[in-house]
């Protein structure tokens, strides 16, 4: 004769003792905080290296616009010092061009006073300008500034005129 194996009885009804004990309490709200605490740094961690992508993405943007428009400038300038008319017209916006003909142009420059030596600013992408610090033949200084365009096929920067 084979004996059945041993099954233990269930449990007597309510206010009966469990036979392990309760799960541990202490502590729970400490770990908690912890959890809590390494969560809200991991976020913010996240977000400030985000603002920080975003500030360095704008001063390398701001940078590359300074250095267009300087250039553009410095071309335009150049071209009137050494009395390259034609190229300095060919650098102007369509704007500044369908205001006045190459020999309207050529006129007028040859008529002021021409720009020897100029100290850039910073390119102002409001108003699309550049503020310089100009001299003259003679010697005279003034402070002058630049009004850029967009080519709109190219991208690339224009001098509209030059005034104070």
Same mark, same amino acid.
């Given at each position: 004769?084979?004996t059945?194996?041993? =099954?233990?009885a @269930? @449990?007597?009804?309510p206010?009966?003792q469990p036979?392990?004990p /309760?799960p541990?309490?202490?502590?729970k709200?400490k770990r &908690?905080?912890?959890g809590? $605490?390494? $969560?809200?740094?991991v976020?913010l961690?996240?977000?400030? $290296? !985000? =603002?920080?992508?975003l500030?360095?993405?704008g001063s390398? =943007?701001? !940078? +590359?616009l300074?250095?267009q428009?300087?250039?553009?400038? %410095?071309d335009? &300038? %150049?071209?009137l010092?050494?009395r390259?008319?034609? %190229? /300095?017209?060919?650098q &102007?916006? $369509?704007r500044a061009k369908?205001d006045?003909?190459?020999?309207e142009f050529?006129?007028?420059i040859?008529g002021?006073?021409?720009?020897t030596e100029w100290q ?8 699309m300008? =550049?503020?310089f610090?100009a001299t003259?033949?003679d010697g005279?200084?003034a402070?002058?500034?630049?009004s &850029?365009?967009?080519n +709109?096929?190219?991208g +690339?920067?224009?001098?509209?005129e030059?005034?104070?």
């Amino acid at each position: 004769m084979t004996t059945a194996p041993h =099954v233990p009885a @269930p @449990p007597p009804g309510p206010g009966v003792q469990p036979p392990f004990p /309760a799960p541990p309490v202490e502590g729970k709200g400490k770990r &908690l905080g912890w959890g809590l $605490g390494i $969560g809200a740094g991991v976020v913010l961690l996240i977000c400030g $290296g !985000g =603002v920080a992508a975003l500030i360095g993405l704008g001063s390398s =943007v701001q !940078g +590359a616009l300074d250095e267009q428009a300087h250039a553009a400038v %410095d071309d335009y &300038l %150049d071209s009137l010092k050494a009395r390259m008319y034609d %190229d /300095a017209y060919s650098q &102007l916006c $369509g704007r500044a061009k369908r205001d006045e003909t190459a020999a309207e142009f050529r006129t007028r420059i040859e008529g002021e006073q021409r720009i020897t030596e100029w100290q850039l600013g910073t390119f102002d992408t409001i108003n699309m300008s =550049v503020p310089f610090q100009a001299t003259y033949e003679d010697g005279q200084t003034a402070q002058l500034e630049a009004s &850029l365009d967009q080519n +709109a096929s190219t991208g +690339a920067f224009e001098v509209c005129e030059v005034g104070e």
